[in-house]
């Protein structure tokens, strides 16, 4: 069992900068990767980026490469996710996610929310023009 908490999400104006943070409780944090997606009322839920299991290899959505970075820190059970750059569009809330894997498959084959196991509480991001 994964329990996850995120925070840092607020009110940023265009072009500022935020680092979301996701506090996961368990021992085995560091046997799943990583998501992260974000959401919109009357939208699907929009993968952002993932992260494996070692903090080594991520994958990011094509549109927010450049702009947003996946990162973790396993000794403090913590997943990140620096967004810079920020445009209204990225107004939504984010959710942090963890899937269980052995390392085996690609990272882009989790950019499905079905994929994950578990799911954080998600924090409001708004950018204001």
């Known amino acids: 069992q994964v329990q996850l908490v995120e925070s840092g999400g607020r009110l940023v104006q265009a072009g500022g900068s935020l680092r979301l943070s996701c506090a996961a409780s368990g021992r085995t944090f560091s046997t799943y990767a990583m998501g992260w997606f974000r959401h919109n009322p009357g939208k699907e839920r929009e993968f952002v980026a993932v992260?494996?299991?070692?903090?080594?290899?991520?994958y990011t959505a094509d549109s927010l490469k450049g702009r947003f970075t996946i990162s973790r820190d396993n000794a403090k059970n913590t997943v990140y996710l620096q967004m810079n750059s920020l445009k209204p569009e990225d107004t939504a809330v984010y959710y942090c996610?963890?899937?269980?894997?052995?390392?085996?498959?690609?990272?882009?084959?989790?950019?499905?929310?079905?994929?994950?196991?578990?799911w954080g509480q998600g924090t409001q991001v708004t950018v204001s023009s």
């Open positions: 992260i494996g299991w070692d903090g080594v290899s991520t």
């Open positions: 996610a963890a899937v269980l894997t052995s390392g085996s498959r690609p990272l882009r084959t989790f950019s499905k929310s079905y994929e994950y196991n578990y």
